[in-house]
């Protein structure tokens, strides 16, 4: 055989195999990071099951919080419910994550200490616990602050005017949103553009997680403006994108964003709407309306509608819309053009148009924001309309957290 083609058969076995470890080696460099990945997921679930169960075991640090030693509180019950539905949902999902190929995946079936070396995830796997740990961390966030909140007092002796209040520091305060975005700086490498990815992922999050609920072009519209704009701006809103695309942040059916782990039927918030707050009458969600008529009525009767909703755009400082401010002015203006002609054209118009020329009244935003609430309010059990018409509380008291 001619030693050229020698060579060329060797050149190609050779190029064959580089190729092959070349390709085996991104593979292998793709699965370290995949698992740098499930491991840091995996701190932060297991750091939150410490910080709840340290208080059983130190007595010095269950000074830190005596509350979490009340087992009986609703709201530790209401977290500890939603950490043993977490553990299950995470031995769930170790079971169904693929095997790492090779000695690694094996090595997880006798015990090792680094689980996730045995493991192969996929992206789907790792977003399914990175949903997972977000949920657990909310729930400990909130139940960590109405523990600290009550002190050493027992819950049946806590004066607070909403059981929410202690999850939601915002109950019943303005609307006010953070001022601005903390925005990742730029990086170029590949490895720092995906930390800078979660990065501007949880700077979205914090500010959602704020000012939630409001529509979701309003969520978008504030995140370019409080981040810079520009190309800042362009990455909150990509950010944005991949919250709402893998199901952290949801959209209800009329545009109110939300945490993928609140259950908003249970959601007990409300916020006033007035001058002070930075969002208006297009961002107040119908539940959050309902929730403020409960807080309204008396615990021993009931009220008209008319009664109620005077009370309820009162309470919220909601403020009539332009349009409405528009047809009242345009009325005022016919009726002074009106009383200015002569008594005979006066007369003949109204001969003409019996109850008068006026620009029909078209029913305000105020009005259709606060009658949605109040049939969100009868729909999710909040409220109940009597035989005589009138409104009153259904629930005694809401459910100790709206955490899945």
């Known amino acids: 055989m001619d030693f050229w083609v020698i060579m060329l058969i060797v050149l190609a076995v050779v190029v064959g195999i580089g190729g092959w470890a070349g390709v085996a080696a991104i593979q292998r460099h793709r699965l370290h990071g995949r698992q740098d990945q499930w491991r840091e997921l995996e701190g932060r679930f297991h750091r939150v099951t410490l910080d709840s169960e340290r208080y059983d075991r130190s007595p010095s640090d269950a000074l830190a919080a005596p509350g979490w030693l009340d087992r009986d509180g609703p709201v530790v019950r209401g977290f500890s419910g939603t950490l043993k539905r977490a553990q299950r949902d995470r031995a769930e999902l170790d079971r169904d994550v693929p095997r790492a190929p090779g000695r690694a995946g094996r090595e997880i079936t006798s015990g090792s200490r680094d689980p996730a070396a045995g493991l192969n995830p996929t992206e789907k796997d790792l977003g399914e616990f990175e949903k997972l740990v977000e949920r657990v961390e909310d729930a400990y966030r909130d139940a960590d602050r109405a523990v600290r909140t009550t002190g050493w007092s027992r819950p049946e002796t806590l004066q607070v005017p909403h059981a929410q209040f202690l999850l939601d520091p915002r109950w019943g305060r303005p609307a006010v949103l953070p001022r601005t975005v903390a925005v990742p700086p730029k990086s170029n490498t590949t490895t720092s553009l995906r930390v800078q990815s979660k990065a501007a992922e949880r700077a979205v999050k914090d500010f959602l997680d704020a000012s939630y609920p409001m529509r979701q072009q309003t969520a978008l519209k504030l995140l370019r403006e409080r981040s ?154 909040r409220l109940q309309r009597q035989s005589d018409g009138l409104v009153r509380r259904l629930r005694a008291q809401w459910p100790s957290t709206y955490r899945r």
């Open 228 to 381: 810079g704009g520009g190309s800042a701006g362009h990455r909150m809103q990509k950010s944005f994108e991949r919250l709402l695309a893998t199901g952290r942040y949801v959209t209800d059916e009329r545009g109110f964003i939300w945490p993928q782990a609140t259950v908003v039927e249970h959601w007990g918030v409300y916020r006033s709407f007035g001058r002070d707050a930075d969002l208006g009458l297009e961002d107040v969600a119908p539940v959050e309306v309902a929730n403020v008529l409960w807080v309204l009525l008396p615990a021993d009767r009931g009220l008209p509608d008319t009664e109620l909703l005077a009370l309820a755009r009162e309470h919220l400082a909601l403020a009539p819309g332009m349009m409405a401010g528009l047809t009242k002015s345009l009325n005022q203006q016919i009726a002074r053009g009106i009383q200015a002609l002569p008594e005979g054209v006066q007369r003949a118009v109204n001969d003409a148009v019996p109850h008068g020329v006026q620009w029909p009244p078209a029913t305000t935003r105020v009005e259709q924001v606060l009658a949605e609430g109040l049939h969100a309010g009868l729909v999710t059990g």
